[in-house]
């Protein structure tokens, strides 16, 4: 069987799709859902996606409603049994966090130069969403395949401390516009695209706060 270019060699292009329809659909009974914006998303082409993080909730979501094949790089420690098959057959990437890992960048790099979009949380981890740090995987694809940058924003995900049970809260998924980066050789180049693409998601995650304040 052919592997589909724009995903990783071991994924199954039918069950990626399952996927996507699982991901579209699973959290419609828990949450309300806004999306603004997702025509802005190129529909071909090599794409770097960066996404805050607060919840678990935000990979699954996206994974299901951008329009077009996406895969993650995922927190090494969900690859475990099942899971981590099931992970590995809908195309998505387990990483090491905290230590130099080669192997699932270079696979990243490999489906973005087969026209694919790849899905990056720079944050590292999962936290309060503001994007105040971020880890330089995100700019490292970029000048390994000349990406173009999409950044999104999610809110509503996150329980806010010391609040009640919620019902149905209202989640929303701000897309921001897409834009080329030139990063730069070396360690000094790496750095500087990694805080070029922090703000870009740092201010897009503000919009939306205050998208949401009005409301």
């Known amino acids: 069987m052919s592997k589909a270019p724009d995903l990783p060699e071991d994924a199954i292009p039918w069950l990626h799709e399952v996927g996507r329809v699982i991901g579209r659909y699973l959290y419609r009974p828990a949450f309300r859902f806004r999306v603004h914006h997702m025509d802005r998303i190129p529909m071909d082409g090599p794409v770097v996606l960066v996404a805050n993080h607060s919840s678990m909730i935000e990979p699954q979501v996206l994974f299901g409603i951008v329009p077009r094949r996406a895969v993650f790089l995922v927190k090494g420690e969900l690859f475990k049994g099942i899971a981590g098959h099931a992970l590995r057959a809908i195309g998505q990437l387990a990483i ?3 230590e130099p890992d080669r192997k699932p960048l270079l696979a990243a790099v490999r489906v973005l130069r087969g026209g694919g979009l790849i899905g990056v949380f720079p944050e590292g981890t999962r936290g309060e969403g503001d994007v105040l740090n971020a880890e330089q995987g995100a700019a490292w694809l970029v000048r390994q395949s000349g990406a ?42 790496l750095v500087a695209g990694t805080e070029q693409i922090r703000t870009a998601l740092a201010d897009l995650v503000g919009e939306l706060d205050r998208m949401r304040d009005l409301r």
Do not use: M
């Open 148 to 189: 173009t940058v999409q950044p999104v924003a999610v809110r509503g995900t996150r329980r806010p401390e010391g609040s009640g049970r919620r019902f149905r809260p209202t989640v929303d998924v701000l897309v921001g516009k897409p834009f080329e980066l030139t990063v730069g050789p070396g360690r000094s180049g």
């Open 96 to 98: 090491r966090r905290g």
